[in-house]
């Protein structure tokens, strides 16, 4: 049974995501609308199909705020990558620089509102992105950031990335920490039915030093962990 699920769920996402990602492609030219509806209908057409062929049940603990923010995302696996779009109302989400050089995959990125990341590029890279990233929250959309900047795995706790403290004091928004516990169900092969939980934290200020920012979210990420 577990193998006849992953088969068909394999077979469903993939073929459903290469005539979704077609459409979003011939739409982009024409209608940035519909380009970003196709966008959201693929990701929930993944969450349909982890939840009825996979037979994973997923679980949102607390509601996020309707103003924009700075989400801070715990990051298992591929699921709440995909999942972000369902999850979140256009979210904007900072992405690695590389993944905008995929051919197809970058201009859609771009058209779509992501963010690139570009590590270790000096200041003129960091002043760029914080300067999109607010445009993006100034036009009612919400940031999402995974912050250990890596696929951790599930019940490891990892330092965060030395960029989100820097990013968090220069867009000076809320954080809202977000822990989620898909890697023990969501992995690269065979995946497993169970519940993966979303848990929204508390809201952390504004203004707070950096190791205090640091600990707050790194706590509240891990909060499923056990």
């Not at 779009?85 to 992405?95: G, I, K």
């Amino acid at each position: 049974m577990l193998l006849l699920r992953n088969i068909a769920f394999y077979l469903a996402f993939y073929l459903g995501s290469v005539v979704v990602t077609s459409g979003t492609l011939l739409a982009l030219p024409f209608s940035r609308e519909l380009f970003r509806r196709l966008v959201h209908a693929w990701s929930a057409w993944h969450r349909w199909c982890v939840t009825h062929l996979l037979g994973c049940e997923v679980v949102i603990e607390g509601k996020p705020p309707t103003e924009p923010v700075l989400y801070a995302v715990k990051h298992e696996s591929f699921f709440e990558a995909i999942d972000t779009p369902r999850l979140f109302p256009v979210p904007a989400v900072f992405a690695k620089e590389e993944l905008f050089k995929i051919v197809g995959w970058g201009r859609a990125g771009r058209a779509y509102g992501l963010i690139p990341v570009a590590r270790g590029a000096g200041a003129r890279a960091l002043i760029g992105m914080i300067r999109e990233a607010r445009r993006m929250a100034a036009s009612g959309r919400p940031l999402v950031i995974f912050p250990e900047g890596t696929r951790v795995p599930h019940g490891e706790r990892r330092r965060l990335q030395a960029g989100f403290a820097g990013l968090y004091k220069a867009l000076g928004l809320t954080v809202i920490p977000v822990a989620v516990d898909s890697g023990p169900l969501y992995h690269r092969g065979l995946k497993l039915p169970g519940r993966i939980t979303y848990r929204f934290g508390e809201a952390i200020p504004p203004g707070l030093d950096r190791a205090e920012v640091e600990a707050r979210v790194l706590d509240a990420i891990n909060a499923l962990n056990s």
